[in-house]
């Protein structure tokens, strides 16, 4: 087998938080691309001890202004060339907007060489979970203000809901979640990364005892969506940072398919997919058959494996640290540290995952 990377050439700034210790945002990100031959810049827009499910932290966030130094100081040194950017947490809706001033003036660099799919921004727009939000309300409004200039967004089922401003409580408000986020805002790709209401799936074991479905959509030229599903097995096991592994394999992968697919089929008018902006299939490409679809089977299939051995992993820490009579601080903060993701032993899993579960139309 080559050594070769299968991602073809790569620079990728990542917009995310850092810890010290553990796995979660850049520390993830940094990892998981450059392990997949990805060169890196990493921007990072937190600086804590570890992350907060351990619920107690130290260090601090860096303000809009001092992500916008950051970026001059690329700038100043020409070391603002980018092929794609990744962003994740940003703290507050001044930095947010930083961020996406960051982005919207790559994507104007990509336009005036006019060479529009030479840049694509992958957008986790991190807000909340499970009904919860997480951040400053005005932070909501901030990130509709910035979708529009991502290429593909990587919300989870309730951060989908706040950017539609649409309830998803079946398959109907679901699709119309996607089609308000199409039409009304522009974006080219949306995955829905946890789909928790039930979705009918031919390659999910009726007998499972808890699933999940990925939903992604790449819009039709005029805006209407393409819809496929991949329904997965749950883990009873609680990890932190599986968004922010979802989202960085999802930059390698989606820029390995459409390479993948550039090479396979020939050019409409002349004009390879990886040149045009946000990297559209033409409209006749089967649901299946989409870039989006070919990378989500991959990054699930690389996440089911690294979770299995996280899983795994974490049962054998816990039974050797618990100790009988322990205090529950002490025993969250070992579950904690035991649920890290553990990525750094398990490096044929990102690169080459075996596929379980494929997409389909929905």
């Known amino acids: 087998m080559s050594s070769e990377p299968r991602v073809p050439e790569t620079g990728v700034l990542a917009v995310a938080s850092h810890v010290v210790s553990g796995n979660v945002g850049n520390k993830i990100a940094v990892f998981v691309l450059q392990s997949m031959g990805c060169d890196v810049a990493a921007l990072n827009?937190?600086?804590?001890?570890n992350h907060t499910g351990y619920k107690q932290w130290k260090g601090t966030r860096v303000s809009a202004h001092e992500i916008t130094d950051l970026w001059e100081g690329l700038k100043q040194?020409?070391?603002?060339?980018?092929?794609?950017m990744l962003s994740g947490y940003v703290p507050g809706a001044a930095a947010v907007e930083a961020v996406g001033n960051i982005g919207k003036e790559l994507r104007r660099k990509s336009e005036e060489a006019?060479?529009?799919?030479?840049?694509?921004?992958?957008?986790?727009?991190?807000?909340?979970?499970?009904?919860?939000l997480y951040v400053a309300d005005d932070v909501v409004p901030a990130y509709?203000?910035?979708?529009?200039?991502?290429?593909?967004?990587?919300?989870?089922?309730?951060?989908?809901?706040?950017?539609?401003?649409?309830?998803?409580?079946?398959?109907?408000?679901?699709?119309?979640a996607i089609q308000v986020l199409h039409q009304e805002y522009g974006v080219p790709h949306i995955v829905i990364t946890s789909v928790?209401?039930?979705?009918?799936?031919?390659?999910?074991?009726?007998?499972?005892?808890?699933?999940?479905?990925?939903?992604?959509?790449?819009?039709?030229?005029?805006?209407?969506?393409?819809?496929?599903?991949?329904?997965?097995p749950v883990f009873d096991?609680?990890?932190?940072?599986?968004?922010?592994?979802?989202?960085?394999?999802?930059?390698?992968?989606?820029?390995?398919?459409?390479?993948?697919?550039?090479?396979?089929?020939?050019?409409?008018?002349?004009v390879k997919l990886g040149e045009k902006r946000s990297w559209l299939s033409q409209d006749d490409v089967s649901v299946t058959d989409l870039p989006l679809a070919r990378a989500a089977e991959k990054v699930l299939a690389s996440m089911h494996e690294v979770l299995e051995r996280t899983c795994e992993s974490m049962i054998v820490e816990m039974a050797a640290?618990?100790?009988?009579g322990m205090d529950e601080k002490t025993l969250h903060l070992l579950r904690s540290r035991a649920a890290e993701l553990k990525l750094?032993?398990?490096?044929?899993?990102?690169?080459?995952?075996?596929?379980?579960?494929r997409a389909e139309k929905m």
């Open 45 to 49: 827009t937190v600086q804590f001890s």
């Open 77 to 84: 040194s020409y070391l603002d060339n980018f092929d794609m």
């Open 114 to 132: 006019q060479k529009p799919g030479s840049f694509f921004w992958v957008l986790d727009p991190v807000m909340g979970d499970n009904g919860r």
């Open 144 to 176: 509709k203000s910035l979708i529009h200039y991502a290429d593909i967004i990587l919300p989870n089922q309730f951060e989908a809901e706040l950017l539609s401003g649409v309830k998803i409580s079946d398959s109907a408000s679901l699709e119309h």
């Open 196 to 232: 928790s209401i039930p979705l009918l799936s031919s390659s999910s074991p009726e007998t499972a005892v808890s699933a999940m479905s990925v939903v992604g959509s790449t819009m039709t030229s005029d805006r209407r969506p393409r819809l496929f599903k991949i329904s997965f």
């Open 237 to 270: 096991c609680y990890f932190s940072g599986t968004g922010d592994m979802f989202a960085a394999l999802m930059v390698a992968r989606m820029r390995e398919a459409v390479s993948k697919y550039d090479g396979s089929n020939g050019n409409a008018n002349g």
């Open 321 to 324: 640290a618990t100790k009988e």
């Open 344 to 357: 750094v032993r398990h490096l044929g899993s990102l690169r080459d995952p075996t596929i379980e579960y």
